[in-house]
């Protein structure tokens, strides 16, 4: 039986390491190297909460897949997994990617990642943060990313 806490049906894991990182120079959250593995959960959703964006700046975000934590980012083929703000809302947005991993394009591209193109070269921030659905109930959850202290609900 779930418990239905975000935390039994999700491992959440950052994107970049500070929600307060600019993106400037930045080609994909997390940074190569440290690719988020997918294998064996169900789906994966990005969440990208944008900070403040500098009005010079153009930027857009793609999930990407690649075959290691250190491997080369390869485009999905699928257009809803680019996602461009609101130009005239965008400091704050909220941007959703989804992807069913159902749909990767081969066993082994299963490392993930929300590659940044466009213009930031100006001092424009987000933070993002990955939620992958397991597929068995619940998920490892990293402790420094959600410590037992940060999780409140009833019990029962």
Known sequence: MSTGRLSSRYKIVRGNTNAET???GVSALPASG???DVAGYKSVTALIHLGTLHT?????????VAEAADGTLDVLDATNLKKTP???????????????????PDADHHWVAVATTGTLT???????IFFLE????????VTAQLPA????????
Not at 86 to 104: T, V
Not at 122 to 128: I, K, P, T
Not at 149 to 156: E, F, H, K, Q, V
């Open 34 to 36: 440290s690719f988020i």
């Open 22 to 24: 600019a993106l400037s």
């Open 86 to 104: 609101d130009p005239d809302a965008d400091d704050g947005q909220i941007i959703e990617i989804y992807l069913d991993l159902e749909h990767l």
């Open 122 to 128: 100006n001092g424009s921030y987000a933070d993002v």
């Open 56 to 64: 010079s700046d153009t930027p857009a975000f793609e999930l990407k």
């Open 134 to 141: 397991g597929r068995h109930l619940p998920p490892t959850q």
């Open 149 to 156: 202290a940060s999780i409140i609900g009833l019990a029962g």
